[in-house]
T-cell receptor, first 115, second 112 residues
Framework: DVKVTQSSRYLVKRTGEKVFLECVQD?????MFWYRQDPGLGLRLIYF???????EKGDIPEGYSVSREKKERFSLILESASTNQTSMYLC??????????????FGEGSRLTVL | GENVEQHPSTLSVQEGDSAVIKCTYS??????FPWYKQELGKRPQLIID?????GEKKDQRIAVTLNKTAKHFSLHITETQPEDSAVYFC???????????FGTGTRLTIIP
C-alpha cells in the first residue's frame, strides 16, 4: 500500500509566523503535490514537483514556497502566515509513468488555523 | 489553464436509487478524467477514471461516461447504499501533464 504521511494533522499558528508542512511518501513516486481544500472551492493546486529539486507553480502559489531535497519528501512553506491561509492542506504523490497521467495518492491532510 | 465545473454541489438520493454527477471542462487537449471520493474526515481516494480514447467505463455499481465533443463527463452510481455518502470530486488533466484541475465537489447523501 502506498503511504503518504503528513507530519501534522492539526496546527495553530499566529499571523506572521513561518510554517512548515512536511510530507513523506514511501513508494518511490516521481511526482508530489500540495493542494489546498476549502469548502465550496474543491481542491486547488499550490505547487507540484516532478523530480528532486524541481518545482512548478500550481494555480494558487502566492504566499507559499516548496522544497524537495529528497525524492520522498516534499515540504510546503508559508513564509509569513496570514489568516486567509487557514485551510486544509493535502499532500499527494503519483508514480509519474512517462507520458501517462496517473492516480494521486493523498495524505490525511493538515488542518492549519492562523490566528 | 483548465477549468472544471461540477454540478450539483449537493445531492440527496433514496437508498437503492441512482445518482448522477456531471462535470464540464474547458481544455480540449485534456485526456484524463478521474473521480475521487472523500468520506468524512478521510483522504480523497480514486474510485474510477477514464481516458479520452474511451466513451464509457464501468466498475460494479459505478460508471463514468465521457463526451469529448461536448467536453463533459459524468459519474453514475446505481443501487446506492449508505456507504456511498461522501463528497465526490471530478478532475481533468492539463495539456496531458500530471497537473490535475479539480471540480468544486458534490456532497452526496444517501437517505436510508
Amino acid at each position: 500500500d502506498v503511504k503518504v504521511t503528513q507530519s501534522s494533522r492539526y496546527l495553530v499558528k499566529r499571523t506572521g509566523e513561518k510554517v512548515f508542512l512536511e510530507c513523506v511518501q514511501d513508494m518511490d513516486h516521481e511526482n508530489m503535490f500540495w493542494y489546498r481544500q476549502d469548502p465550496g472551492l474543491g481542491l486547488r493546486l499550490i505547487y507540484f514537483s516532478y523530480d528532486v529539486k524541481m518545482k512548478e507553480k500550481g494555480d494558487i502559489p502566492e504566499g507559499y514556497s516548496v522544497s524537495r531535497e529528497k525524492k520522498e519528501r516534499f515540504s510546503l512553506i508559508l513564509e509569513s502566515a496570514s489568516t486567509n491561509q487557514t485551510s486544509m492542506y493535502l499532500c499527494a504523490s503519483s508514480p509519474g509513468l512517462a507520458g501517462l497521467v496517473g492516480e494521486l495518492f493523498f495524505g490525511e491532510g493538515s488542518r492549519l488555523t492562523v490566528l | 489553464g483548465e477549468n472544471v465545473e461540477q454540478h450539483p454541489s449537493t445531492l440527496s438520493v433514496q437508498e437503492g436509487d441512482s445518482a448522477v454527477i456531471k462535470c464540464t471542462y474547458s481544455d480540449s487537449a485534456s485526456n484524463y478524467f478521474p473521480w475521487y471520493k472523500q468520506e468524512l474526515g478521510k483522504r480523497p481516494q480514486l474510485i474510477i477514471d477514464i481516458r479520452s480514447n474511451v466513451g464509457e467505463k464501468k466498475d460494479q455499481r459505478i460508471a463514468v461516461t465521457l463526451n469529448k465533443t461536448a467536453k463533459h463527463f459524468s459519474l453514475h452510481i446505481t443501487e446506492t447504499q449508505p456507504e456511498d455518502s461522501a463528497v465526490y470530486f471530478c478532475a481533468a488533466d492539463n495539456f496531458g501533464n500530471e497537473k490535475l484541475t479539480f471540480g468544486t465537489g458534490t456532497r452526496l447523501t444517501i437517505i436510508p
